[in-house]
């Protein structure tokens, strides 16, 4: 995993999406979880960006956690919060509770901001750290934490955040 920041050729849209939007965006999402369901998901860097960018983004913020095995592969892709339009709580404890329960041993946190700007509040990166002291007390690799906007997700590995 070498590319930790990507911003997409389009402008964000303006205005809530229209119902014919809606569909062909959850019918691009139902293409995609069969696509991922026959395919390692972790399979690329830009593979990883891409599901997070289709399965993640919304109106509300949602903390998710890919829980990943020895060789990387997703285990579970589980949300463990849904927020407001502007937070979403999150427990250190949770996240690393349910990978014990999965037997993983790695992985990536992804939430996203709803307004479309990814840069990472302190907050965000405050509870990476806690997250990450809690994965190294357990044995656990925290590989990322990557903030998904709109056309561009932000990797706090890719800051040197983590």
């Not at 849209?13 to 691009?28: D, F, K, M, R, T």
């Not at 903390?63 to 589980?78: A, I, M, P, Q, T």
Request: glycine residues 6%; contains cysteine.
């Amino acid at each position: 995993m070498t590319r930790h920041h990507r911003t997409l050729g389009m402008e964000p849209q303006s205005g809530p999406l229209s119902a014919q939007e809606q569909v062909v965006i959850y019918e691009a999402r139902q293409i995609l979880l069969r696509h991922l369901n026959q395919n390692p998901v972790l399979s690329s860097w830009q593979a990883v960006l891409d599901y997070c960018a289709l399965t993640i983004r919304g109106e509300v913020e949602r903390f998710h956690v890919l829980y990943l095995d020895r060789k990387n592969r997703l285990v579970s892709d589980e949300c463990l919060a849904i927020g407001t339009v502007d937070h979403v709580p999150v427990y250190p404890r949770e996240v690393l509770r349910r990978a014990l329960a999965l037997n993983a041993t790695a992985l990536i946190v992804v939430h996203n901001h709803p307004t479309g700007d990814p840069e990472p509040s302190a907050s965000d990166i405050a509870m990476t750290r806690e997250i990450q002291k809690g994965c190294k007390l357990m044995g656990l690799a925290l590989h990322d934490h990557i903030i998904v906007g709109i056309g561009r997700e932000v990797s706090l590995r890719g800051r040197g955040e983590i």
